[in-house]
């Protein structure tokens, strides 16, 4: 089975400090997408970064970077200047592409904590 | 932006009764659509892809009796769980691709929790 790995159950950090959530995946595909997801409380699933597999460049959005070394097939996340409002449940996600954009195997999640 | 809408948001059903879950998707087209389920505190695990005017596909260990698929129209795909046992009880989620939006976009409902009593 092609897996996508979080080996961190849980995390914390101090309020605008740094802090890196660790994803590892597994795939035999050439085209495919890796994701970040956050759920907090409400548990809707909101978008953090994407990244497509194609590009060398590591993907960026505001405080939220990625570190995506493909031969090593690692995608971490990077959350700098960390707000209270980033405590939530982190899920890393595999995605084919193609017809099959969209269809996502997630990792076990990171439950992170932010100390004011 | 697009919208997935999932309803209804909550539901509770006695053992031996079904449920029907929506997912629409409010301004795009949504060719395939996506079933999750997620355990409190555990990942979500794709239980089939929903394609309009043909079989759901399910992954390997879902009931397809249990979990019946429906998406008969480009904006909407229900999830209706038949003869609904405690064990069912999960929340569900539902996600759309926009396929045509310039980068393709996955977009996820709100989700259903239920609980079977």
């Known amino acids: 089975a092609q897996t996508v790995t979080q080996s961190q159950p849980e995390m914390s950090v101090q309020e605008a400090e740094t802090v890196t959530l660790s994803c590892t995946y597994d795939?035999?595909?050439?085209?495919?997408?890796l994701f970040w997801y956050k759920q907090p409380p409400s548990r809707q699933m909101i978008l953090v970064i994407r990244?497509?597999?194609?590009?060398?460049q590591n993907a960026t959005e505001n405080r939220f970077s990625v570190n995506f070394q493909k031969a090593a097939k690692s995608f971490s996340l990077k959350i700098s200047d960390s707000q209270l409002g980033d405590a939530a449940m982190y899920f890393c996600?595999?995605?084919?592409?193609?017809?099959?954009?969209?269809?996502?195997?997630f990792g076990q999640g990171t439950i992170l904590t932010v100390h004011p | 932006g697009a919208v997935v809408s999932q309803h209804p948001s909550w539901v509770i059903c006695k053992s031996g009764t079904s449920v029907k879950i929506e997912c629409r998707s409010l301004?795009?087209?949504?060719?395939?659509m996506f079933w999750y389920r997620q355990f409190p505190k555990q990942s979500l695990m794709l239980m089939a892809t929903?394609?309009?005017?043909?079989?759901?596909?399910?992954e390997q260990g879902v009931e397809k009796d249990k979990f019946l698929i429906n998406h008969a129209s480009l904006t909407l795909s229900t999830l209706t769980v038949t003869s609904a046992h405690p064990e069912d009880s999960s929340f569900y989620i539902c996600?759309?691709?926009?396929?045509?939006?310039?980068?393709?976009?996955?977009?996820f409902g709100s989700g259903t929790q239920l609980s079977v009593l």
């Open positions: 996600s759309a691709t926009d396929t045509g939006s310039p980068n393709e976009k996955l977009f």
């Open positions: 929903s394609n309009e005017g043909s079989k759901a596909t399910y």
């Open positions: 996600a595999r995605g084919a592409g193609g017809t099959s954009y969209g269809k996502l195997t």
């Open positions: 990244q497509e597999a194609y590009k060398q």
């Open positions: 301004d795009f087209q949504a060719t395939t």
């Open positions: 795939t035999s595909e050439s085209d495919y997408y």
